[in-house]
C-alpha cells in the first residue's frame, strides 16, 4: 500500500483519509454480508426451533463485525499516516541533502573553475613575462644582497648575461664596476625601505659596452601576512632615447650643418671668457666673420655647393684657431670668433692673419677652384662692449667696415663706425616710405649724336630729394635698395614714370627720342621682368623700339646662358639692349658675339684719361670691337673738348656728359629740346 501511495504521489493525510474511507467502505460491506447471513439464518431457524435467543447472538455477531471493521479501518489508517509521515519526513531530509549536496557541487564547481581560469591567467603572465621585450629581474627581499632569483629572456638579449650567470648575484652587481653604481641610489633605497621606486642607470653589458635603462622596482606581498618576501624589477632599455636626447642637446647648441657652436653656445661661451677676463684682467677679442662672394657660389652652382663650402671653412677655421678658441656659425655664411687674450700667448692679429690665409687657400668644389677670401671685424671686451650682443653688433660693424676696404681686410670697432651703422638704419627706415611720400624724381641726361649734333635720347636717372635730409646722391641709397628688394617696386616706377614723360615730348612733336633706362641685377632676375616691361609699354603707349634697357657686364656675365634666355625674350618684345659701363667687368668677347645687344657704353673711367695712352687704345679697341659686331657705342663722362675731339676722330657715333648738359629735370629737358629745335639747321 505504501508503494502505491509512493506511485500516486499523495500526501500522508490525503492518504489517511483514503484508507478510512475504504475501510469504512469495506466494515459496510462485511456489515450487510453479515446482515444477509443472518436473515438466512433466520429463516432457517424459525423452520426449525422457536424462541428468540438466537436472534439477538445472530445481531450481536453483526455488530461485532462491524466494530471489528470499523477497528481494522481506524488501525489500517492509523498505520497508514505514520507509514506516509514518515515517508514525507525521509523525502524531505533527502531533498534537503540533495540540494546541499547540489549547492556544494556547484561551490566546487565554481572553485575548480577558478581555478582553471588563475592557472591559465598564471600562465599567461608567465608568457608574457617570457616574451615581454622589458627585462624583467625577480630578487629576494633579503637585505642586504638582494639575490637575484629569475630573470626572463628579454633580460638575457639586452645584458648578454645568461639566466645562470646572475642567479644568485648581487642585483648591484649588474650594473658593472663599483665607481659607476651612484645611480642606483634611488633602487637601493626603496629596496631598502620596502617601497616603490625608479631611477635612470647607466649599465654595462656582457661585452662591456654601455647601455641606458630605466629601472623600477616594488616589492611582492605575501598574501597571508602582507611580509614583502621579493622585489620585481623592471628594466627598460632607453638607450635609442637617451642617444635622442643628447644629439637634441647638442643639436640645440651646435650649428647642424657644421658642428660648430650656434648662437646659443656662443652666448654661454661669452659669458664665461667675460667672467674670466674680469678676473685676469686680459682682453677677450670678438671677431664678426663674413665670407666674400659666397652669394655666388651659391647662385651659381646651388646650395649643395654652398654647404659644402660653408663645411669647408669651419674645418680652416677650426684648424686656423687655438683649442681655447670659440668657433660659432650665426647663419649663412657668418661666424664668430671668440679668442682669449694671454699675456704669453699667440698674439691676436698673427691669428687673424692666419685665419685669412687658411679661408684664401683654394677650394674645388667639383671641376670648378674657387679662391675665397673673407672680412674680419673684431671688438675687445670690455672696451668696445659689457655684453655678448653688443660686442657682437660692434663686430659686425667693424666688419662691414672692412668690406668698404676691400676683401680679405680686417678691422678694429672704433666708436665713430656706430654713428654711420645707426645714420645707415635712419637711411633704411626713410628708403623704405620714400616711394609711397612720393620723394622720389627723374632726372634725365641728354645723349648727343656726333655726327648730326642732334639730340637722339636721354639717360634717365633716379633721384631722391628728402624733406629733411635734402638730396641724397644715388650711391647712398641705390645700393640699399638693393640689398633691401627695394628695387623692384623702385625700378617699375622708374620705368612707367620715364616711358610716361618720353611719350608726351614724342607727342608734342619733339621726335622719336629714345629712352635709356638702368635695370638693376634684382630687377633683371626678377620673374615678371618682361610683364613689367610689356605692361609699361602698353600703358605709357610708347613704342617698344624707342626704349633701351642698361645692363651692366657683370650682369650678364654671372649667368651667361640664363642672362642670354632673358635678352632674347625682351628683344622678343622689340626693346633694344645696351652693355653699360663696358669694359670695367669680365666680357668675354666670345659670349659677346652671341649677345642679342644693340649698343655699348664705354664707361666715364675710360673716357676721362682717354688723351693718355693706355686709355685711348682701349677706347679705340672698343669702338672698334662694337663696329666690327655693329653695334653702336656710346661714350660717358665727356666733359672735355679734348675727349670730344678724341670720339669724333675714332668714330663714336654718341655721347653723354656735362660738357653738353648735366642731367636735367623733365621741364628743363623740355626746355633744351626747344632750344634745339630753333637753331637753324
Known amino acids: 500500500m505504501h508503494a502505491f501511495f509512493k506511485r500516486l504521489s499523495i500526501s500522508a493525510s490525503t492518504a489517511a483519509l483514503l484508507t478510512v474511507a475504504l475501510g469504512l467502505c469495506l466494515t459496510a460491506l462485511c456489515y450487510a454480508s453479515a446482515r444477509q447471513i443472518e436473515s438466512e439464518n433466520m429463516q432457517l431457524l424459525l423452520q426449525y426451533h422457536a424462541g428468540g435467543t438466537g436472534l439477538t447472538a445472530s445481531h450481536r455477531a453483526s455488530l461485532y463485525v462491524l466494530l471489528g471493521g470499523l477497528l481494522s479501518s481506524l488501525l489500517a489508517t492509523a498505520y497508514v499516516f505514520q507509514l506516509m509521515s514518515r515517508n514525507a519526513v525521509i ?11 547540489q549547492f556544494a557541487n556547484v561551490r566546487l564547481s565554481e572553485d575548480l573553475a577558478a581555478r582553471v581560469q588563475q592557472e591559465k591567467s598564471l600562465r599567461l603572465r608567465e608568457r608574457i613575462i617570457e616574451v615581454s621585450a622589458n627585462a624583467v629581474i625577480l630578487c629576494s627581499a633579503d637585505a642586504p644582497g638582494y639575490l637575484i632569483e629569475y630573470v626572463n629572456p628579454a633580460f638575457e638579449r639586452i ?5 645562470g650567470e646572475v642567479i644568485g648575484q648581487r642585483l648591484e652587481h649588474l650594473q658593472g664596476p663599483a665607481q659607476g653604481r651612484q645611480d642606483m641610489h634611488a633602487i637601493t633605497t626603496a629596496m631598502r625601505e620596502q617601497h616603490e621606486g625608479k631611477a635612470i642607470v647607466r649599465h654595462f653589458r656582457k661585452d662591456g659596452s654601455c647601455y641606458w635603462s630605466e629601472l623600477f622596482v616594488a616589492p611582492v606581498h605575501d598574501d597571508g601576512n602582507g611580509h614583502v618576501s621579493h622585489f620585481v624589477v623592471a628594466q ?55 665670407l666674400d662672394r659666397f652669394k655666388f657660389v651659391n647662385d651659381t652652382l646651388g646650395h649643395d655647393a654652398g654647404d659644402l663650402v660653408l663645411k669647408n671653412v669651419a674645418e680652416r677655421l677650426r684648424d686656423a684657431t687655438r683649442e681655447v678658441d670659440t668657433v660659432a656659425r650665426l647663419g649663412g655664411d657668418e661666424f664668430v ?37 673673407c672680412c674680419m671685424g673684431v671688438a675687445v671686451y670690455p672696451d668696445d662692449g659689457q655684453d655678448a650682443d653688443t660686442l657682437i ?23 665713430s663706425m656706430n654713428a654711420g651703422t ?19 624724381h627723374l632726372e634725365y641726361q ?33 645700393g640699399l635698395a638693393e640689398e633691401m628688394g627695394l628695387i623692384i617696386p623702385i625700378g617699375d616706377w622708374v620705368l612707367r614714370t620715364a616711358c610716361a614723360q618720353v611719350r608726351a615730348w614724342q607727342v608734342a612733336g619733339h621726335g622719336p627720342l629714345r629712352l635709356a633706362v638702368n635695370l638693376s641685377a634684382r630687377q633683371f632676375k626678377q620673374r615678371n621682368l618682361l610683364h613689367a616691361v610689356a605692361q609699361a609699354l602698353a600703358e605709357t603707349g610708347l613704342d617698344a623700339a624707342h626704349l633701351e634697357l642698361e645692363l651692366t657686364e657683370s650682369m650678364v656675365m654671372h649667368d651667361v646662358e640664363q642672362a642670354t634666355t632673358i635678352m632674347r625674350k625682351l628683344k622678343a618684345l622689340g626693346v633694344q639692349l645696351s652693355i653699360d659701363d663696358f669694359g670695367t667687368g ?81 621741364p628743363a629737358f623740355e626746355e633744351l629740346l626747344l632750344q634745339r629745335k630753333a637753331l637753324p639747321a
Open 422 to 440: 645707426l645714420a645707415r638704419l635712419g637711411l633704411e627706415s626713410e628708403l623704405r616710405h620714400a616711394l609711397e611720400r612720393k620723394q622720389f
Open 337 to 373: 670668433l671668440l679668442l682669449p687674450q694671454h699675456g704669453k700667448g699667440e698674439p691676436g692679429t698673427a691669428i687673424l692673419q692666419r685665419i685669412l690665409d687658411a679661408v684664401a687657400q683654394p677650394l674645388q668644389l667639383g671641376e670648378y677652384e674657387f679662391l675665397l677670401s
Open 236 to 290: 627598460y632599455d632607453i638607450s635609442t632615447v637617451m642617444r635622442f636626447e643628447q644629439e637634441l642637446k647638442l643639436q640645440s647648441r651646435h650649428d647642424t650643418l657644421t658642428g660648430l657652436a650656434n648662437r646659443l653656445l656662443l652666448r654661454g661661451r661669452m659669458e664665461q671668457a667675460m667672467a674670466m677676463t674680469r678676473r685676469n684682467d686680459l682682453p677677450l677679442w670678438v671677431v664678426f666673420i663674413d
Open 91 to 101: 523525502a524531505r531530509i533527502a531533498g534537503e541533502r540533495t540540494a546541499a549536496l
Open 586 to 666: 669680365y666680357s668675354s668677347l666670345a659670349y659677346l658675339r652671341h649677345f642679342p645687344i644693340d649698343v655699348l657704353k664705354i664707361d666715364k673711367t675710360f673716357v676721362s684719361d682717354i688723351t693718355h695712352g693706355d686709355d685711348a687704345a682701349i677706347v679705340r679697341a672698343i669702338i672698334s670691337l662694337a663696329h666690327s659686331l655693329r653695334l653702336k657705342v656710346i661714350a660717358e663722362g665727356v666733359e672735355t673738348a679734348q675727349q670730344l675731339a678724341f670720339l669724333r676722330q675714332h668714330g663714336c657715333d654718341q655721347m653723354q656728359g656735362y660738357l653738353f648738359s648735366r642731367p636735367l629735370t623733365a
Open 393 to 415: 653688433k660692434h663686430a659686425d660693424i667693424a666688419m662691414y667696415r672692412a668690406k668698404e676696404l676691400g676683401r680679405g681686410h680686417w678691422r678694429f670697432y672704433a666708436s
Open 446 to 478: 641728354p645723349q648727343l649724336d656726333l655726327a648730326s649734333g642732334k639730340v637722339v635720347g636721354m639717360e634717365a636717372l633716379l633721384r631722391w630729394q628728402h624733406p629733411q635730409l635734402g638730396r641724397i646722391a644715388p650711391i647712398n641709397f641705390i
Open 159 to 163: 645584458t648578454g648575461y645568461a639566466a
